[in-house]
C-alpha cells in the first residue's frame, strides 16, 4: 500500500488539487493526519465534477457507485448514473495502428470503407461506422490506446486508499477494500472485449425464443468473432436512433395507432426484462435511454451488452416474492425476505428492522397500485438494509439500478405504463416455474428419486438415533442468536448478588462482633470488617449507577 502510495507522486498531486479545489474538506484533513472519524463524501454535484476531472478511471469508479444504491443513498446514485468522461477523441492515426495490429489480415482486405469519424467516444472505446468487403455494415469498438497503463496506475492508487480508509468504522461497514477489488475486476474485465462478445453472445441466444414475448420484435446485435478481440469488437450495424428519440410509425397507420404501438412497446421490453432477470438468471444491466434504440424495421434493439448482472435461483424466488410484498404493504414479510438476501452475520434488531419497513411502506397506504413507483420502492428498502447495517450482495445493487432504468425508460416512452399491470399476467407461468421448473416430468422424477432414498434411508436413521438414546450417548448442538448477550446479562446479574450477598455478610458478621464481645482486639477486627463492607458497598452503588441504575 505505502509503495502504491509513493509512487507516481505528479499524478497524486494532481489528484489533490482537483479534490481540495472541489471543496473537500475531509480529505484535507485526513490527508494531514487530521481526524480520524468516520468520511463524509462531498455533496452529489462535487462528487460528480470530482470524477469528472480525475478521468476515465474515476468516472468508471463512478458509474460502478451508481449501480451501489445499497452502499450509495439516492441523491448521489442519481447524480452519477448519468456520469460520462469529458475525455477528447483519439487521432485516426492512431487508432488505424491499434485496429492493425489486432486484425490478422491486412486493413483493406477486410474492410471496403471506414467512417473515419467516431460516432461516439467513452472513456474506454471509440466507436466507428464502417462496411465489411462483402458490403456488410458493422459497428467498430476499438480501445483508446494506451488506456491500460492508466487503468493499471489508477487502480493500485484507489486500492491503496481503500486500504487507507478501511482502518475507518465507515471503510470496515462498508467494505471498502472489497468494494476496490470489485471495482478493480469489473474494469479490467472492461477491458477485455472478448467477454462482452461473450455477454451479447449469450444474452442473443437466451432472447431468441420466450413464452412472454415475440423475440422476432427484439434484436441484439450478431458479434463477427473472426474479427473480434481484447481491443476491436466488430459487430452488426442497426440502424435506428435511442428509443426516446425516436417518431414512432405504426405499420397499420390508423388513428391512435402511435400510442398503441407504444404501449406494445413497452410491454416488449419490460417482458424481456422479467424473462433476462427472472427466468435466465442473465440480464442487461446498463437499459439506460442511450443502450436502447427503436431500429427503422420497427422493432426494439438492446446494445452495448459490457454490463451484465446474474441472479441464482433462490434470489430470483426472493425477488418475486419482495415484489409481491410490497404490493400488499407486509413490512413484516419485507423485513424477513432483506434478512434471506443478506450475506452478513452480524446480529440484527429484527423490531428495529420492522419498524423501518413499516415507516417505509406506510406512504404507500392509500396509494393506488397503478401510482407506485416499484423502482423507488425497492431503493428504500436497500436504504432500510443500509441503516440497519445489513449487507446485501453486490447484484442487488445492479437489479435495482436495471429496474429504475427500464422503468424510466418506459415512463419516458409511454407515460402510462404500469410495472404491476406488465407483471400480472407472467405471475401463473412464472411460479409454475419455481416450483415444477421448465420440464415437469424431470422435476417430478427427480421428486420420486428423493422420496425413494429418504424412504431407504429413514430407517437406519432412525435406528441410530434410537440406539444412541438409549446408550445416552445422544447430543444436541444449539445456537441462539444473540444468547451471548442474554447470558452475559445473567453472569453479571449474578455477581452483583453474590457481591451484595458478600457485603451484607461482613455487615451483619462486624455487628455481632462489635455487640457481644468487648475484647479491645476483636473490637479492630469489628472495625476492619466494617470498613471493608463500607467499601465494597460504596464500589458496588458506584457500579450500578455507572450501568443507568439497571443491573445488566
Known amino acids: 500500500m505505502v509503495l502504491a502510495l509513493t509512487q507516481n507522486t505528479s499524478r497524486q498531486r494532481e489528484i489533490l488539487e482537483i479534490v481540495l479545489g472541489n471543496g473537500w474538506g475531509y480529505m484535507r484533513g485526513l490527508l494531514t493526519g487530521g481526524t480520524k472519524e468516520e468520511p463524509q463524501i462531498p455533496p452529489p454535484e462535487a462528487l460528480r465534477n470530482i470524477l469528472v476531472e480525475l478521468g476515465p478511471v474515476y468516472v468508471k469508479l463512478g458509474q460502478l457507485l451508481s449501480t451501489r444504491p445499497d452502499l450509495m443513498p439516492p441523491s448521489y446514485i442519481e447524480a452519477l448514473t448519468a456520469l460520462q468522461a469529458k475525455v477528447p477523441t483519439v487521432p485516426w492515426k492512431d487508432v488505424e495502428s491499434l485496429i492493425r495490429q489486432q486484425l490478422s489480415k491486412p486493413l483493406d482486405e477486410v474492410f471496403a470503407t471506414i467512417n473515419t469519424t467516431p460516432i461516439a467516444a467513452g472513456s474506454i472505446a471509440q466507436i466507428y461506422r464502417a462496411t465489411l468487403n462483402n458490403g456488410q455494415e458493422v459497428a467498430m469498438k476499438v480501445q483508446r490506446p494506451g488506456i491500460e497503463k492508466i487503468v493499471r496506475q489508477d487502480t493500485a492508487l484507489i486500492k491503496a486508499i481503500a486500504e487507507l480508509v478501511s482502518a475507518t468504522e465507515f471503510g470496515q461497514d462498508y467494505d471498502i477494500v472489497s468494494l476496490a477489488d470489485e471495482f478493480t475486476s469489473a474494469l479490467k474485465a472492461e477491458l477485455d472485449f472478448t467477454k462482452e462478445a461473450a455477454y451479447t453472445e449469450q444474452l442473443r441466444r437466451n432472447l431468441a425464443q420466450s413464452r412472454w414475448f415475440d423475440a422476432r420484435q427484439l434484436v441484439i446485435p450478431a458479434i463477427y468473432k473472426s474479427l473480434t478481440t481484447e481491443k476491436l469488437l466488430v ?107 443478506s450475506e452478513s452475520s452480524q446480529p440484527v434488531d429484527l423490531a428495529r428492522l420492522e419498524i423501518d419497513f413499516d415507516r417505509m411502506l406506510r406512504k404507500y397506504y392509500n396509494i393506488s397500485l397503478s401510482n407506485i413507483n416499484f423502482s423507488e420502492a425497492f431503493y428504500e428498502i436497500l436504504q432500510v438494509a443500509r441503516n440497519n447495517k445489513i449487507k446485501l450482495p453486490g447484484n442487488m445493487g445492479l437489479y435495482a439500478k436495471s429496474l429504475a432504468n427500464l422503468e424510466g425508460v418506459a415512463r419516458g416512452f409511454y407515460p402510462d405504463v404500469n410495472l404491476l399491470d406488465e407483471f400480472k399476467p407472467l405471475m401463473t407461468d412464472l ?122
Not at 260 to 275: C, G, K, N
Not at 278 to 304: C, E, K, M, T
Not at 482 to 487: G, P
Open 431 to 552: 411460479f409454475s416455474r419455481q416450483l415444477l421448473g421448465d420440464d415437469p416430468l424431470q422435476t417430478g422424477l427427480r421428486i420420486a428419486l428423493d422420496l425413494k432414498s429418504l424412504a431407504l434411508q429413514s430407517p437406519r436413521q432412525m435406528e441410530v438415533i434410537l440406539d444412541r438414546v438409549s446408550s445416552e450417548t445422544l447430543q444436541w448442538n444449539l445456537k441462539i442468536r444473540e444468547l451471548s448477550s442474554v447470558r452475559k446479562s445473567l453472569e453479571n446479574s449474578a455477581n452483583r448478588l453474590a457481591y451484595s450477598i458478600v457485603v451484607g455478610s461482613l455487615l451483619i458478621g462486624a455487628a455481632l462482633i462489635a455487640r457481644n464481645t468487648p475484647i479491645p482486639q476483636l473490637s479492630i477486627i469489628s472495625a476492619v470488617l466494617f470498613g471493608a463492607a463500607t467499601f465494597l458497598g460504596f464500589g458496588l452503588i458506584v457500579s450500578i449507577w455507572r450501568s443507568g441504575g439497571q443491573f445488566k
Open 235 to 341: 459487430m452488426e450495424w442497426l440502424e435506428g436512433k435511442p428509443i426516446l428519440d425516436a417518431e414512432i410509425h405504426p405499420a397499420d397507420g390508423k388513428t391512435g395507432g402511435d400510442l398503441r404501438r407504444r404501449q406494445q412497446i413497452a410491454t416488449l421490453l419490460f417482458r424481456a426484462f422479467f424473462q433476462q432477470m427472472y427466468i435466465d438468471g442473465f440480464f442487461h444491466a446498463d437499459p439506460h435511454p442511450g443502450n436502447i434504440f427503436y431500429l427503422q424495421s420497427d422493432r426494439v434493439a438492446l446494445i452495448d451488452c459490457g454490463m451484465i448482472g446474474r441472479l441464482d435461483p433462490r434470489t430470483q424466488s426472493i425477488l418475486v416474492e419482495l415484489l409481491l410484498a410490497i404490493v400488499n404493504i407486509d413490512a413484516k414479510r419485507c423485513s424477513q425476505l432483506t434478512l434471506d438476501l
